[in-house]
């Protein structure tokens, strides 16, 4: 027996609050984990029950704006493109305030 459920055994002689509630609340646990899976994968989870049926999850697609656009990381800090964006205004309008 693995220590995790040494200590999960131990716990539920000694509190009953936590052993009441335990099963259904790791139950839940599991399927977050699975759901979670199918979230990231990109692709379907198979759930086959005892009787062969089989469920397939599959993560829902969510709709994004054509504005969006993926971040990039750079080696820059916002002191610096404020101050590249002040020199640049500087040269156009001969002022660096708006």
């Known amino acids: ?21 335990f099963e259904e609340g790791y139950e839940q646990f599991k399927i977050g984990v699975v759901l979670r899976q199918a979230r990231e ?6 759930i086959r029950r005892k009787d062969d049926r089989t469920f397939a999850l599959v993560p829902e697609q969510l709709r994004s704006s054509p504005l969006d656009i993926p971040s990039v990381k750079a080696d820059i800090s916002t002191e610096e493109i ?15 305030k708006l």
């Open 82 to 96: 404020v101050s590249i964006v002040r020199k640049r205004r500087e040269r156009i309008t001969g002022t660096s």
């Open 1 to 21: 027996m693995s220590d995790l459920k040494k200590y999960i055994a131990k716990r539920k002689k000694t509190d009953k609050e936590f052993a009441e509630g």
């Open 41 to 46: 994968s990109e692709g379907k989870v198979l």
